[in-house]
């Protein structure tokens, strides 16, 4: 399940959608998950769906690798699908002891689920198809604005972006620390949710040493080179918005009004 996590991974590629200007592929994915929260019932969901379904089509990323990305919060999605199928009020449908499953919760299951397998492959697709140089860049850019008010925007976007791009290399430790274990003997596999959860627990204190490993080798590395922060930093390449840019801002605002006019008016 470790090599199952895609968040914050890079899949290398040269489609339409990887040369986007991040500046436009941050902002979409705002604007898609803002669409997900407006939806109100299950044609918005298949208008979202549908629309995900043609980027990830057009950025040419195996939607089996996107997948991935659902088995290590599979228990967070069945947890929210269960609280909501048998916390909710209503129409009863089945009994079975003192838990009680409604018709208004069985729609609320899956209407929560959906959104949250939406948001997850929406948010997805926007690290799998930004390096995280230029995540820093965009992210920073759409942040300066805050700079009037002393929000330091690039510190924000720099620590934003390490968290993300090391998401992958931890993961990566953690999963040959339990090999190392596993090959002394150790069992994590096996007995009850909660035993496997315990057996989990020798695995901190190595990970926490080589998170700090980690950091001081990127301190190191920072500091070897000169950073001082964003206020003096020049960039090799500029970000410059194309006709595609412009073409995909359009877009989306046209995926937006139309996902409101479905909620709101229809």
């Known amino acids: 399940m470790i090599r199952d996590i895609t968040l914050g991974q890079y899949y290398p590629g040269s489609s ?9 592929k941050i902002t979409g994915t705002f ?23 043609m980027v990830i089509g057009i950025s040419k990323v195996p939607f089996s690798f996107i997948a991935k990305g659902l088995k290590p919060v599979f228990l967070i999605i069945a947890f929210t699908f269960l609280i909501n199928m048998f916390m909710t009020g209503g129409k009863t449908l089945v009994q079975i002891g003192f838990l009680r499953l409604t018709e208004e919760g069985l729609y609320n299951a899956c209407f929560m689920g959906i959104r949250l397998i939406l948001l997850i492959f929406g948010s997805s697709v926007l690290t799998l198809t930004t390096k995280p140089i230029s995540l820093t860049d965009g992210i920073e850019y759409l942040l300066k604005p805050l700079k009037k008010v002393g929000v330091p925007a690039h510190e924000l976007a720099m620590m934003m972006t390490i968290a993300l791009r090391f998401i992958p290399t931890l993961l990566e430790e953690t999963d040959k620390i339990m090999k190392a274990q596993m090959a002394r003997g150790a069992d994590f596999e096996s007995g009850n949710l909660m035993k ?37 930093r020049t960039r090799l390449h500029e970000m410059k918005m194309a006709g595609r840019d412009l073409g995909a801002l359009t877009i989306l605002a046209l995926f937006l009004a139309l996902i409101i006019f479905e909620s709101r008016i229809i």
């Open 31 to 53: 604007l898609y998950i803002i669409a997900l929260f407006v939806v109100s019932d299950f044609i918005g969901f298949a208008i979202a769906a549908l629309a995900l379904a």
């Open 196 to 232: 496997r959860a315990k057996s989990l627990v020798p695995l901190l204190v190595p990970l926490f040493i080589s998170a700090f490993r980690i950091a001081q080798d990127l301190a190191m590395a920072m500091e070897a080179r000169c950073y001082r922060g964003g206020k003096h």
């Open 16 to 24: 339409l959608i990887h040369k986007l200007d991040s500046r436009v």
